[in-house]
């Protein structure tokens, strides 16, 4: 089975940036699609951005979009996820998420994904 640790969460102002880092193992990851959700506080889990296995297609949030770049490293095995200009509406654990298509990872069935612990992102005001 595919396992996924993420990174390089924290706390940071309005305006600041992070990197997300999620690190896979897996015999077939490099052939994975790659994606990130985020739970905010009293809110359900949402869609943040996704990544085909080549790294050719790219998906994102309409509250992230230009703010937010996924990109990902086979040679690594890793998925991140560049966020710039954060807010505070931003807060909230992010969760790596793999999956054999884009169109899996972004789907509703939980059963063909695998997930991250999740790191915290909060940002303030």
């Known amino acids: 089975q595919v396992q996924l640790v993420e990174s390089g969460g924290g706390l940071v102002q309005a305006g600041g940036s992070l990197r997300l880092s999620c690190a896979a193992s897996g015999r077939t990851f490099s052939r994975y699609a790659g994606g990130w959700f985020r739970r905010a506080p009293g809110k359900e889990r949402e869609f943040v951005s996704a990544i085909s296995w080549s790294g050719g297609s790219t998906y994102y949030a309409d509250s992230v979009k230009g703010r937010f770049t996924i990109s990902r490293d086979n040679a690594k095995n890793t998925v991140y996820l560049q966020m710039n200009s954060l807010k505070p509406e931003d807060t909230a654990v992010y969760y790596c998420?793999?999956?054999?298509?884009?169109?899996?990872?972004?789907?509703?069935?939980?059963?063909?994904?695998?997930w991250g612990r999740g790191t915290q992102v909060t940002v303030s005001s």
């Open positions: 998420a793999g999956s054999l298509s884009t169109a899996q990872l972004m789907g509703q069935m939980e059963q063909n994904k695998y």
